[in-house]
């Protein structure tokens, strides 16, 4: 049963991210160049959503779909690390997308977009491997 809420969840996430035109590589090429506030428009908009729905799980007690309480314990700046990770997050995100629409792409029928989330899982499962090395 808590696979079909997590399928739902993606399934209307999916409409959202077409229907908005986040998956949009136009609208994203507007975003860097500045010409429009599209985009800006979608991220703020998630944000401030993120930040209510956060708020208002931890001041209800609302738990996740996992059934845990929303927790969040602040880590300390830490200039190479935040570096070293904006870099790698950047890069991806210049090279094929955001990660959200990776998998609505695939589901638009971007046959490609199998092998750019093949290569993120890989790459996730690299940062397993060289996690202890990473200053964190």
């Known amino acids: 049963m808590k696979i079909i809420r997590f399928f739902l969840i993606g399934i209307i996430f999916g409409i959202v991210m077409s229907k908005s035109e986040a998956i ?22 998630a944000v401030i959503f993120g930040i ?6 931890k001041k209800l007690k609302i738990k996740t779909l996992d059934g845990e309480y929303v927790t969040y314990v602040p880590k300390k700046f830490h200039l190479p690390r935040h570096l ?8 991806g995100w210049a090279l094929v997308a955001c990660p959200g629409p990776m998998y609505v792409l695939l589901g638009h029928g971007f046959w490609i977009f199998a092998l750019v989330i093949l290569s993120a899982t890989f790459g996730t499962y690299l940062y397993a491997i060289v996690r202890h090395k990473l200053p964190h």
């Open 24 to 45: 949009s590589w136009y609208r994203t090429h507007e975003m860097f160049r500045f010409e429009s506030i599209h985009m800006y428009g979608i991220i703020g908009t």
């Open 52 to 57: 209510i729905f956060m708020w208002a799980m």
């Open 84 to 91: 070293i990770a904006g870099t790698i997050f950047g890069l």
